[in-house]
């Protein structure tokens, strides 16, 4: 008889949440390939989904622990490593402190289940203020000014894509990386089903990206002045009465007479030269937002990663309020998300509202305020290195691989090597945990179970969609929440022999009582003994069990008997090409929780910095040449670079540049094969091979994300065969978004200079 047996699974590699039929021959993977019957995919997947058996029987990926032994990581067993962890972390914290330990986030603990839930259980067993994650060099501006408007971090309305007529994505390459803070798979082909109905598509980019190619309309703006853009659409609706606001919406308006205000000065012939738009573009997109049946904007990563992010992404959902297109089918909607969360519980329309800096939170070095629980990452370096006795002394990094992914780079690595312990939870020994006193590598991706806690809060439909491990875990393998689980109690002074089952039993107890005596949970006023007694049926603990609890307590939910056929994890387990709950719904004004109960268009911090963007007008045009970032459809993180099948082909890390400025630098003259040139920033310089292309705004130059794979004593041979270069290198650790503390990645002055 055949062992072999089919599995399914949500692809954790990327937002799209792609549904995955795996075959699976005993222990051995074979083919994996699209999910025909999952609810949000329909089978589609990207070129990453089909790697993930490559990535877990990648040679390079850790099995076991690693100590630093005289500058050497060598492999040791979990019993030493945690003996290691429980000596030197808790001499750190007694002579030093809680916040002489500082903490990193890497972007891959959003896609996995045990990460985004047991993730706090090691913040809180560290008790340190410094917190620092991969938010701040990505999408926080987006939340920040969701915050200030609708009142929470994850307020954020993402485009109801498959029934607007009308789409204008800014900064953002779905044909390269799907949605980002907006889970839809297959963002391409729905793009295309736009078109294909009769609708129109608009990329506004620096770049012909693939996105644009397919579009109706490619607008090349000049890096990091989406802002402008957006306040001028905003001064021409206002200024040729094209303002239309939903009747549900205006009674919920507060701030429509200070947003008028503030665009008064921002004409389209002001921005014009310092966005590179005639204002006659301009004038047509504010015409055709506004007189489109549906419309919707979406603005991403070349949005926020730059010094106006929280201004342009505040601007984007400006927009869509004043041509009536906010929580309205075709526009932009709320997802309301199985798991529940900040827009489905507790007073309903209400709430505390949204500011940084609480508790008077701020960094020691240049007093950066706290913005929703974390630092700025460009802040990291120089909280451990100027900050004397107050400083970091020890570091946590969670997935991550910030020497590469944040900005000064060299001075990070630098300030690296200051650190008396440092400890990664990693898959990799990468540019970052080569600096690690202790790596704890989690299990594969095939080898945990997994559902989309956060991503599924921004998903296009409400969808819920649960996978169970593909294949158990290796001999001696803890699982991921055991390990951050365990490494939050021995932070704690637990010692080495912490159980991190005991933790999970505390943290799930406390999610219930909390639960029952809220009085707008479904179970309020239930007894805990009883729904803890549901909960561990066969045995059930860790993520499953606590993913069943927010799913029979959200807005679907089981009710733990009350709603008989509700969602549960069991629910799930049922169905295992996931449960789709219906297309978007108007949400407003129950989801919000602003303290006045009302829609904030016009923010006191973020009317405070019109200013500032009025100031910067000129200050866009004084620079040559300016830098941004690019992502490849099959690399989107450092890692994938260790994979042969992703960075095999076309994928390279070269200079994109315009074919005039190659002109204008003599490069087009060069007789070898390759043409070099030094790029340089404030901060540091690079050398790279040149790409020449008419497909960028002359003035403007791009290199990827992610590479830079030089460093000795790293573990990834393929990625270092590779190598390319690390542009994080350009990046200025003082250059931000005031309002987030969220790096500038886009619009990074440089200068080129021609190598003989």
């Known amino acids: 008889m055949s062992d072999e047996r089919i599995a399914y699974r949500t692809c954790p590699l990327c937002e799209a949440g792609c549904g995955l039929e795996i075959t699976v021959k005993g222990s051995t993977i074979g083919r994996i390939r699209g999910d025909m019957d999952d609810v949000f995919s329909h089978g589609f997947i990207c070129p990453k989904g089909s790697t993930l058996k490559q990535l877990h029987e990648d040679p390079d990926r850790l099995r076991k622990p690693h100590i630093k032994r005289n500058g050497v990581h060598v492999e040791v067993e979990w019993d030493e490593a945690w003996a290691e962890i429980a000596g030197r ?4 914290i007694e002579r030093h402190g809680r916040d002489a330990v500082g903490v990193y986030l890497g972007n891959p603990g959003a896609h996995s289940l045990s990460a985004m839930l047991y993730n706090r259980t090691l913040l809180q067993g560290l008790g340190t203020h410094n917190r620092f994650s991969a938010s701040t060099v990505d999408q926080l501006p987006k939340q920040v000014a969701a915050g200030y408007m609708f009142g929470t971090g994850v307020s954020v309305a993402v485009p109801d894509l498959d029934r607007t007529d009308y789409l204008m994505i800014l900064g953002a390459n779905p044909y390269a990386s799907n949605g980002s803070v907006c889970t839809a798979p297959d963002f391409p082909g729905r793009i295309e089903a736009i078109r294909a109905r009769g609708g129109k598509v608009v990329v506004v980019d620096p770049r012909r990206t693939r996105t644009a190619e397919e579009a109706d309309q490619w607008i090349a703006i000049r890096p990091a002045t989406d802002a402008l853009f957006l306040m001028a659409i905003v001064n021409v609706l206002f200024a040729e ?7 549900h919406i205006a ?14 000065e921002f004409t389209p012939e002001r921005v014009a030269q310092a966005t590179g738009l005639e204002p006659f573009v301009i004038r047509q997109v504010a015409r055709e937002l506004s007189a489109a049946k549906t419309a919707a904007l979406y603005g991403r990563i070349g949005t926020t990663t730059t010094e106006f992010g929280t201004t342009a992404s505040w601007l984007i959902d400006v927009v869509n309020t004043l041509t009536g297109n906010l929580d309205s089918v075709g526009g932009v909607m709320f997802t309301k998300p199985a798991l529940g969360g900040p827009t489905t519980r507790g007073t309903s329309g209400k709430g505390g509202g949204f500011r940084i800096g609480r508790g008077g939170g701020k960094t020691k070095v240049k007093g950066y305020p706290e913005v929703m629980g974390e630092y700025p990452a460009a802040a990291m370096a120089e909280e451990i290195t100027d900050a004397g006795d107050d400083g970091i002394k020890a570091l946590v990094t969670v997935a991550g691989n910030p020497i590469l992914s944040t900005p000064h780079s060299r001075q990070l690595s630098d300030a690296f090597e200051k650190l008396e312990l440092m400890i990664s939870v990693d898959l990799y020994l990468n540019e970052t945990t080569r600096h690690a006193d202790v790596i ?23 969808i819920a969609n649960y996978s169970t491990p593909v294949l158990p875990l290796d001999e001696g393998q803890p699982d991921e929440w055991e390990i951050l689980a365990k490494l939050g109690m021995i932070a704690q002074g637990l010692g080495p022999d912490a159980d991190p089952h005991l933790a999970d039993d505390l943290a799930i107890e406390g999610l219930v009582r909390n639960s029952i005596g809220d009085p707008s949970s479904p179970i309020h006023g ?21 993913l069943d609890f927010m799913l029979q307590t959200g807005p679907y939910g089981a009710g733990f008997g009350s709603n008989v056929g509700g969602a549960s994890l069991q629910l799930l387990l049922d169905h295992q090409h996931g449960v789709d709950f219906g297309a978007l719904e108007s949400r407003l004004p129950d989801a919000l929780r602003t303290r006045t109960g009302m829609i904030e268009l016009a923010p006191e911090p973020l009317i405070a910095d019109v200013p500032r963007l009025l100031h910067s007008i000129d200050e866009f045009t004084k620079n040559r040449f300016v830098l941004v970032g690019r992502r490849h459809l099959k690399t989107n993180n450092s890692w994938m670079h260790n994979i042969q099948v992703l960075v095999k082909g076309n994928v390279r890390c070269s200079l994109q540049m315009h074919t005039d400025d190659a002109k204008s630098l003599d490069l087009l003259d060069e007789l070898t094969d390759e043409i070099f040139v030094t790029v340089t920033s404030r901060v540091g310089s690079v050398v790279v091979p040149v790409e020449i292309t008419n497909d960028i705004r002359p003035g403007v130059v791009s290199l990827p994300h992610g590479w830079g794979h030089d460093h000795p004593g790293t573990k990834m041979r393929v990625a270092e065969s590779l190598s390319g270069v690390n542009s994080n ?3 200025d650790h003082e250059a931000m978004d005031p309002l987030s503390g969220t790096s500038v990645l886009n619009g990074i002055p440089v200068s080129i200079t021609r190598i003989s």
Do not use: C, W
């Open 89 to 92: 972390l808790q001499d750190v």
């Open 241 to 247: 009465n094209l303002v239309k606001i939903q009747d």
């Open 251 to 264: 009674p919920l308006l507060n701030g429509l007479d200070e947003v008028r205000e503030a665009s008064t």
């Open 440 to 462: 704890l590598p989690v299990p594969s991706q095939l080898q945990r179970d997994h559902y989309d806690v956060l991503l599924l809060q921004f998903a296009i439909r409400n």
């Open 526 to 546: 239930r007894h805990a003994e009883e729904i803890i007694d549901v909960l561990n049926v066969e045995g059930r603990r860790g993520p499953a069990r606590m």
């Open 729 to 731: 290198v350009l990046s």
